[in-house]
T-cell receptor
Framework: AQSVTQLGSHVSVSEGALVLLRCNYS??????LFWYVQYPNQGLQLLLK??????LVKGINGFEAEFKKSETSFHLTKPSAHMSDAAEYFC????????????FGTGTKLQVIP | EAGVAQSPRYKIIEKRQSVAFWCNPI?????LYWYQQILGQGPKLLIQ????????DSQLPKDRFSAERLKGVDSTLKIQPAKLEDSAVYLC???????????FGPGTRLTVT
């Protein structure tokens, strides 16, 4: 069984401030972890993913996330928020190998204040 | 490469009517997914195909929802009859099956009145 918890359904940051979106996961097997972004009236787009290897993962648009097994966390960060970052962000987990089901969190809506 | 295509983008129907959604995945992607995304929630997997076989349909309300993927390419999702609680965005995604990354279409927003 696997699950994802995203802390905070809404997060507001000032333009230029640090973005921190929290994700904790539960998985009975070593996980693959993902962050997706969804802009209004669009589908989800992959920001970054962790499969194996380096625990600090860099993605598109300046985002990065760190896999911390001991904390079962995969928080998403960006040093400096842009107005264009305003969107909804989803953390997701799947098992490794084969065609594993992906479980999504409930999402965090990021607001960027000018 | 072309992305995942879905149609229609928007659909409004009355309860008890039927509706169908179409999805064309990225060429060569063996795995296709249908998700239901209710406003304010994350996507919920309805059905997962591997080529034209069903891998997981445990959360598909089979009394009213059906899906098929003929020839392992395009897929259709049907609802018959629709209920008010079916109002949601229906997302189609595909993947090559390695690394878990999924590619999503723009979705179909269904409103049941």
């Amino acid at each position: 069984a696997q699950s994802v918890t995203q802390l905070g359904s809404h997060v507001s940051v000032s333009e230029g401030a640090l973005v921190l979106l929290r994700c904790n996961y539960s998985s009975s097997v070593p996980p693959y972890l993902f962050w997706y972004v969804q802009y209004p009236n669009q589908g989800l787009q992959l920001l970054l993913k962790y499969t194996t290897g380096a625990t600090l993962v860099k993605g598109i648009n300046g985002f990065e996330a760190e896999f911390k097994k001991s904390e079962t966390s995969f928080h998403l960060t960006k040093p400096s928020a842009h107005m264009s970052d305003a969107a909804e962000y989803f953390c997701a987990v799947s098992g490794t190998g084969g065609y594993q089901k992906v479980t999504f969190g409930t999402g965090t809506k990021l607001q960027v204040i000018p | 490469e072309a992305g995942v295509a879905q149609s229609p983008r928007y659909k409004i129907i009355e309860k008890r009517q039927s509706v169908a959604f179409w999805c064309n995945p990225i060429s060569g992607h063996a795995t296709l997914y249908w998700y239901q995304q209710i406003l304010g929630q994350g996507p919920k997997l309805l059905i997962q195909f591997q080529n034209n076989g069903v891998v997981d349909d445990s959360q598909l309300p089979k009394d009213r929802f059906s899906a098929e993927r003929l020839k392992g390419v395009d897929s259709t999702l049907k609802i018959q009859p629709a209920k008010l609680e079916d109002s949601a965005v229906y997302l189609c995604a595909s993947s090559s099956g390695t690394g878990g990354e999924q590619y999503f279409g723009p979705g179909t927003r269904l409103t049941v009145t």
